[in-house]
């Protein structure tokens, strides 16, 4: 017979009940590319159009002398942003979109996410009533108690699942009268 304490050990020769862990995955893909897609905007414009943003000249002077020393500056803002701090900026974006495209290649290769269907748990239809419910879940609670099961590693695991699904899958105001039958009786009215 197993301690309660045993439930909450690790045994790498059981089969433990697999958690879907692939949200996790979605999850960094929409942080990275919170961090990635700015990060690379700021790299691409600072390549395009340069560190400094040239000031044109006021009045709008259209002579030779004019001209070419705008592009001077052109060239000058565009050539100053090659120094370290850019090339460092330019391998941690890469470095992040190297581990974003990781993330793509995992989720693409999710064959199927686990649900947690209260209904599908429970043995009913969807459409069930609460008698149904109650119903199933007290034949399968029956069935599937760790105590009937002592020699299943994963009744514990599979009996918490049940009883998370029996809860998800009545309604509220049903769940608060099941917690307290004597809400509408007073406490007066006994003879003690």
């Not at 002592?150 to 514990?156: D, M, S, T």
Request: glycine share 2%; aromatic share 16%; proline share 4%.
């Amino acid at each position: 017979m197993s301690s309660f304490s045993d439930n909450f050990k690790r045994d790498e020769e059981e089969d433990m009940l697999e958690y879907d862990d692939s949200a996790f995955y979605f999850f960094s893909i929409a942080v990275l590319s919170a961090i990635v897609v700015p990060m690379t905007w700021s790299i691409l414009s600072l390549m395009i159009w340069g560190d400094v943003q040239v000031e044109t000249i006021s009045g709008g002077c259209q002579c030779v002398r004019c001209k070419a020393m705008l592009t001077i500056k052109k060239k000058q803002a565009r050539s100053k942003i090659y120094v370290k701090s850019f090339y460092f900026r330019v391998f941690v974006a890469g470095f992040f979109w190297y581990i974003w495209y990781l993330n793509a290649q995992m989720v693409q290769s999710i064959e199927n996410l686990q649900s947690f269907d209260p209904f599908a748990i429970l043995q009913v239809e969807n459409e069930a009533t609460i008698r149904d419910i109650k119903k199933s879940y007290r034949r399968l609670s029956l069935e599937m108690h760790p105590d009937k099961n002592p020699e299943n590693p994963l009744a514990v695991q599979e009996f918490i699942r049940l009883t998370k699904a029996y809860n998800v899958s009545l309604p509220k105001n049903t769940l608060k009268s099941n917690k307290s039958p004597f809400k509408h009786q007073s406490f007066l009215h006994f003879p003690y």
